[in-house]
């Protein structure tokens, strides 16, 4: 039997402002980020329930972003993108996430810096995650 493929929720444009960089500069002031989240899980269930426990409650899961995007105090994007998808595989249902992490502005002449992290569950020895 092959590869099972998981479905897909997105969750694109997320505009939020903290304090992220290793300047002077970056770390008075709060800068605007933009978050792209792709939350990888088993949707046949809920597609055949129609039961918001059956699937990943996106709205809880942005409220969750947003709280720790707006309090967090990082050095590096990298770290933030790593935040983000710590808290999205936080809910039980997601298996692996995807951030888009942008950071307009960050370089002259450029629209913007982006990096793009993909994460799952960590299983460990005796089938835990």
Same mark, same amino acid.
Request: glycine share 6%; with cysteine; charged share 35%.
């Given at each position: 039997?092959?590869?099972?493929?998981?479905?897909?929720?997105?969750?694109?444009?997320?505009?939020?402002?903290c304090i992220v960089?290793?300047?002077?500069?970056?770390?008075?002031?709060?800068?605007?980020v933009?978050?792209?989240?792709?939350?990888?899980?088993?949707?046949?269930?809920?597609g055949?329930?129609d039961?918001?426990?059956?699937?990943?409650?996106?709205?809880a899961?942005?409220?969750r %972003?947003?709280?720790v995007?707006?309090?967090s105090s990082?050095?590096?994007?990298?770290r933030?993108?790593e935040r983000?998808?710590?808290?999205?595989?936080?809910?039980?249902? %997601?298996e692996?996430?995807?951030v888009?992490?942008?950071?307009p502005?960050?370089?002259?002449?450029?629209?913007? %810096?982006?990096?793009?992290?993909v994460r799952?569950?960590? %299983?460990?020895?005796?089938?835990?995650?």
């Amino acid at each position: 039997m092959g590869e099972r493929r998981l479905d897909q929720i997105h969750i694109r444009g997320l505009l939020l402002r903290c304090i992220v960089g290793i300047r002077d500069w970056e770390r008075r002031d709060r800068q605007t980020v933009k978050i792209s989240i792709t939350l990888f899980a088993d949707l046949r269930t809920p597609g055949q329930s129609d039961q918001i426990e059956d699937t990943v409650d996106y709205v809880a899961v942005k409220k969750r %972003v947003v709280a720790v995007v707006e309090d967090s105090s990082f050095f590096l994007i990298e770290r933030l993108a790593e935040r983000i998808a710590e808290t999205c595989l936080e809910h039980p249902r %997601v298996e692996q996430v995807r951030v888009r992490l942008e950071k307009p502005g960050a370089l002259r002449f450029a629209r913007t %810096v982006c990096i793009d992290i993909v994460r799952g569950r960590v %299983v460990r020895p005796g089938g835990g995650a």
